[in-house]
């Protein structure tokens, strides 16, 4: 989960075993999950909330070996575990199915309402990963914004981020309500995991774009 979230701060880039380990606990180990609750009698409700425990459990897990608090995987594990509440009142699947989306959806609209301010939220969200609680960085890192060029590269950055996020989300939440709920259930994590791949690679570039350019 750390190299995910890390990767979604537009910090660098996911190792491939990063990759790996995030496409297993979001995708493989609850989907493996389901299936061999389903084929002990559980119902499709309670089979789907249980399977949410490997990517949830995941941010506790980061947390242990870490002792960092990571914004993002809480804000999907909060939303997540609000769609499994929904989906075990309501005895529809797909509610659990959604898992990341609205946090996508959340997070994208949050990257968009922040345009207007000078520093829009991928400012803040840099300067997390980069800087820490060191004073001495993020007091570098708040100079920084005196810096034209360094400016136009957050609110750019905000931009991409909120609007392919927000995709994210629609494509997610429709794929939770339009397709089989196994099916379903494993495309809107890949789906995420593909969003969130593409944003890294394309915020790689740009950033070796503006190096090369200075």
């Known amino acids: 989960m750390t190299d995910r979230v890390e990767a979604q701060a537009g910090v660098r880039p996911s190792r491939g075993g990063g990759l790996i380990g995030t496409f297993a606990v979001d995708v493989v180990l609850p989907w493996l999950a ?9 119902s499709s409700g309670t089979a789907f909330a249980l399977a949410a425990v490997f990517p949830i459990g995941s941010v506790a897990v980061a947390w242990a070996r870490h ?3 990571e914004v993002i995987g ?3 594990s909060v939303t997540m ?3 499994i509440c929904l989906s075990l009142a309501t005895d529809d699947v797909r509610f659990s199915v959604m898992k990341a989306a609205p946090a996508y959806g959340l997070f ?6 922040s345009l207007r301010a000078a520093r829009p939220l991928m400012f803040y969200v840099s300067r997390y990963f980069v800087a820490g609680d060191d004073p001495a960085k993020r007091t570098a890192w708040d100079a920084r914004s005196d810096i034209p060029g360094f400016r136009r590269a957050m609110r750019l ?3 991409v981020w909120g609007l392919a ?18 099916l379903a259930f494993v495309a809107e994590p890949a789906l995420a995991l593909v969003t969130v791949t593409g944003l890294v690679t394309w915020t790689l570039a740009y950033s070796r774009l ?3 350019k200075r």
């Open 210 to 212: 503006r190096e090369a």
């Open 157 to 159: 950055l905000t931009v």
């Open 165 to 182: 996020t927000l995709g994210e989300a629609v494509l997610g939440i429709a794929c939770a309500f339009t397709l089989p709920p196994s």
């Open 74 to 76: 809480i804000a999907v």
């Open 34 to 42: 389901v299936q061999i609750l389903e084929r002990n009698g559980v």
């Open 108 to 113: 994208g609209i949050a990257c968009l309402g």
């Open 67 to 69: 002792r960092r608090v």
């Open 81 to 83: 575990l609000l769609g």
